[in-house]
């Protein structure tokens, strides 16, 4: 996908939550219907507050918050259902298909994935973003469109 706000290894700097949502916001207008997206990051690198811009931008008024317990949350939105997944605390990625995560992702407007490097092969087109805390500065984080 070449239409995102970010091309293949290239890096931005984001100031703040604000900016994070913005980016979110444009990727939810560049994704098309039925996208896969990947999140890498630490704890804390602003994952979830990426995935709240995309959320909102497709209607959602209320918050998201990180399924990192639940594993997986759903969004209604007015442009479909997003799919929040969160495969942090899962061992094998077979306990996700037990899920149904293939029936879930194919009937999502959108599925975000944090933590899913063992499902990269099974999305090949799917991009993948890096979000990392920036030293010196705890508000900014740099985002890097690995593939």
């Given at each position: 996908m070449t239409d995102l706000p970010l091309f293949s290894g290239e890096s931005r700097l984001l100031r703040g939550e604000?900016?994070?949502?913005?980016?979110g916001a444009a990727l939810a207008h560049a994704l098309?219907?039925?996208a896969v997206l990947f999140l890498e990051g630490e704890l804390g690198a602003g994952k979830t507050t990426l995935t709240g811009g995309?959320?909102?931008?497709?209607?959602f008024a209320e918050g998201v918050?990180?399924?990192?317990?639940?594993?997986?949350?759903t969004y209604p939105t007015p442009a479909g259902r997003v799919l929040h997944v969160d495969a942090y605390r899962v061992r094998d990625v077979a306990e996700l298909y037990e899920m149904d995560l293939e029936d879930l992702v194919a009937g999502s407007r959108l599925s975000i994935v944090e933590w899913g490097e063992?499902?990269?092969a099974?999305?090949?087109a799917a991009p993948v973003l890096r979000l990392e805390h920036v030293e010196g500065d705890?508000?900014?984080?740099?985002?890097?469109?690995?593939r």
């Amino acid at each position: 996908m070449t239409d995102l706000p970010l091309f293949s290894g290239e890096s931005r700097l984001l100031r703040g939550e604000h900016e994070q949502r913005a980016l979110g916001a444009a990727l939810a207008h560049a994704l098309p219907p039925g996208a896969v997206l990947f999140l890498e990051g630490e704890l804390g690198a602003g994952k979830t507050t990426l995935t709240g811009g995309l959320v909102a931008a497709y209607g959602f008024a209320e918050g998201v918050t990180s399924p990192t317990y639940a594993l997986m949350h759903t969004y209604p939105t007015p442009a479909g259902r997003v799919l929040h997944v969160d495969a942090y605390r899962v061992r094998d990625v077979a306990e996700l298909y037990e899920m149904d995560l293939e029936d879930l992702v194919a009937g999502s407007r959108l599925s975000i994935v944090e933590w899913g490097e063992g499902l990269y092969a099974d999305y090949p087109a799917a991009p993948v973003l890096r979000l990392e805390h920036v030293e010196g500065d705890p508000e900014v984080r740099r985002v890097t469109r690995v593939r």
